[in-house]
């Protein structure tokens, strides 16, 4: 009989293939439960050391930012979207990293200081304010909070700043040359209707900035040859009566100054519609009132002016102070004009008006 090979470990007239089953078999068992309990232990593992939803969610910087404004001007709100795309274009998103708390006052003064001591009570990191008033409702409501002024008149002039390049306390922002732009409505209002010796002027005596820009109107007008006749405002019902005292006058063109509790674009329509009805070509500051039916308006962009603030909150969230960063003023003003407005009036844009109009709404 030839003689079988013997491996180590087997029994003589065993054949290779054929290990005996009570020890080999029972060793690649227990390997096999081994490798099985590691990948539970490396599966547990993983499982406690992943970080928790919620320890996810602390580990991203959420900053509340307030928004006051006298009024969203314009539906849908232009002005908010406008400083919302300037915030994401900084990485700034909502429901990720920012909680925007927008409050508006409906053109009520009262409501603008219940609202920012709101946003005081909620923390809010950085205060965005829209115009003169918002920014003395916030002023009042805090000195340590951040301000950011989103366009305003002459900040300095209405003592909201100490100078332009070094503000000084907690408020920074954007503001216009406000004592120079009426004079220079007056001039292109007279350029549209240039048969008008004599303009209406619809003003609020309350607002902040009425005497530097009646200054300024009243030095322009005697250079252009042309007579005031000021009507003023304090409340949204006495439009009516000031629109027949501009007809009894004979006012023959009106400018709308500057007011953003009162002249708000919640009236723009009636404004427009009023000044339609007296068949007065009218004259205002801001582009939402033309959008609003009204002829023409004269003034720095407020898209822009939102965007702009976006940057001060960034900057400011980054560690600067307001004290410290100067305040910018814009040096793109925007002519618009509303053509079908005029051809309800009967009045032609003559040619060198619309060449510096920046947009013609038909």
Request: charged share 20%.
């Amino acid at each position: 009989m030839a003689n079988t090979p013997i491996s180590p470990g087997s029994t003589r007239g065993e054949p290779l293939c054929c290990p005996p089953v009570g020890r080999t078999c029972l060793l690649e068992d227990s390997l096999m439960r081994l490798r099985l309990i590691g990948l539970m232990l490396t599966l547990a593992l993983t499982i406690f050391t992943a970080p928790l939803p919620a320890e996810a969610q602390q580990a991203t910087k959420v900053h509340r930012i307030g928004r006051l404004t006298a009024g969203p001007f314009i539906e849908p709100n232009l002005g908010l979207e406008a400083f919302r795309q300037g915030l994401r274009d900084l990485g700034y998103r909502e429901g990720h990293n920012l909680v925007l708390e927008d409050r508006y006052a409906e053109g009520s003064a009262e409501r603008l200081r219940d609202l920012a001591a709101e946003l005081v009570r909620l923390q809010v990191e950085v205060m965005v304010t829209g115009g003169a008033a918002a920014t003395r409702a916030a002023q009042h409501a805090t000195r340590t909070i951040p301000i950011v002024i989103a366009g305003t008149n002459d900040a300095v002039g209405q003592g909201l700043v100490a100078s332009l390049a070094q503000p000084g306390g907690n408020i920074t922002g954007l503001s216009w040359l406000g004592a120079e732009l009426p004079g220079k409505r007056l001039e292109i209002l007279k350029e549209t209707v240039p048969q008008s010796t004599r303009v209406a002027v619809l003003a609020n005596p309350a607002a902040a900035s009425y005497k530097p820009q009646m200054d300024s109107l009243t030095v322009a007008a005697r250079a252009l040859g042309l007579h005031l006749h000021v009507v003023e405002v304090r409340r949204a019902d006495e439009l009516d009566t000031a629109f027949a005292a501009m007809t009894q006058a004979h006012a023959d063109a009106l400018i709308v100054m500057e007011d953003a509790l009162l002249l708000s674009t919640r009236l723009g329509g009636r404004l427009a519609d009023l000044a339609a009805t007296s068949r007065l070509p009218a004259m205002y500051s801001w582009k939402m009132h033309v959008d609003a039916g009204g002829l023409m308006s004269y003034g720095p962009s407020m898209l822009d002016t939102n965007r702009r603030a976006a940057h001060y909150v960034a900057k400011i969230r980054k560690g600067a102070k307001p004290a410290d960063l100067p305040v910018e003023q814009p040096t793109k003003f925007e002519l618009v004009i509303h053509r079908k407005a005029a051809q309800a009036l009967g009045l032609t844009i003559p040619q060198t008006v619309l060449f510096q109009a920046d947009e013609v709404i038909r």
